[in-house]
């Protein structure tokens, strides 16, 4: 995976924003200048999030890397502003109060554990994020949720929940878990000299 400049960093965030004014119909696509960059067509899973008065607001991604990166922050940037179920669309008045962070994934890889303490061993809090799939049941936490849930089995016991299995799903080595690591950089990043 190759790294993303600082300048296609700022390029995807002022992207994504625009994406979301022009179908909010502000039509700001004209204001931003084409950038091109052959990290922008590589396949790379990425998440677009959204936060207002620094709480979640939107998140929405693509976790395997089956889009080219520009195409998957467009789709991402209005699918987390108008189509995650979890909230209302964003409205124009709230995009001065909106940041955005995007979140470009490595290749998820399997692991492999003999039981629930080899699994704990295994991960590395706020590194890796976390996929949690068992039949037709999967569900994901970037690495930024470890900051609001930093102790092992409370995150794997929420992730359990979000995919809609009991919260101790995760102890049963018939659950797979995957892990990806992210480079995330933010709005706010940008603002303090990234």
């Given at each position: 995976?190759?790294?993303?400049?600082?300048?296609?960093?700022?390029?995807?965030?002022?992207?994504?924003?625009?994406?979301?004014?022009?179908?909010?119909?502000?039509?700001?696509?004209?204001?931003?200048?084409?950038?091109?960059?052959?990290?922008?067509?590589?396949?790379?899973?990425?998440?677009?999030?959204?936060?207002?008065?620094?709480?979640?607001?939107?998140?929405?991604?693509?976790?395997?890397?089956?889009?080219?990166?520009?195409?998957?922050?467009?789709?991402?940037?209005?699918?987390?502003?108008?189509?995650?179920?979890?909230?209302?669309?964003?409205?124009?008045?709230?995009?001065?109060?909106?940041?955005?962070?995007?979140?470009?994934?490595?290749?998820?890889?399997?692991?492999?554990?003999?039981?629930?303490?080899?699994?704990?061993?295994?991960?590395?809090?706020?590194?890796?994020?976390?996929?949690?799939s068992r039949g037709y049941c999967r569900a994901t936490f970037l690495p930024q949720v470890?900051?609001?849930?930093?102790?092992?089995?409370?995150?794997l016991g929420h992730l359990c929940q979000k995919a809609g299995m009991e919260k101790t799903?995760?102890?049963?080595?018939?659950?797979?878990?995957?892990?990806?690591?992210?480079?995330?950089?933010?709005?706010?990043?940008?603002?303090?000299?990234?």
């Amino acid at each position: 995976m190759s790294p993303i400049s600082l300048e296609d960093k700022r390029y995807l965030l002022q992207l994504a924003r625009t994406v979301i004014l022009d179908h909010l119909g502000e039509k700001t696509s004209a204001l931003l200048p084409p950038r091109s960059s052959p990290e922008f067509l590589e396949k790379r899973g990425c998440f677009v999030t959204l936060h207002a008065n620094g709480r979640l607001r939107g998140c929405i991604g693509i976790i395997e890397p089956v889009t080219p990166l520009i195409a998957g922050i467009k789709e991402n940037a209005i699918h987390a502003g108008f189509q995650d179920p979890r909230f209302s669309p964003v409205t124009l008045r709230e995009m001065e109060k909106i940041t955005i962070e995007i979140s470009i994934l490595t290749k998820p890889v399997p692991l492999v554990f003999k039981n629930a303490d080899d699994l704990k061993k295994l991960l590395k809090p706020g590194v890796h994020g976390v996929i949690l799939s068992r039949g037709y049941c999967r569900a994901t936490f970037l690495p930024q949720v470890w900051e609001q849930l930093p102790e092992t089995e409370n995150f794997l016991g929420h992730l359990c929940q979000k995919a809609g299995m009991e919260k101790t799903c995760w102890k049963d080595t018939k659950t797979a878990i995957e892990v990806y690591e992210v480079s995330v950089f933010s709005e706010k990043d940008m603002n303090r000299n990234l």
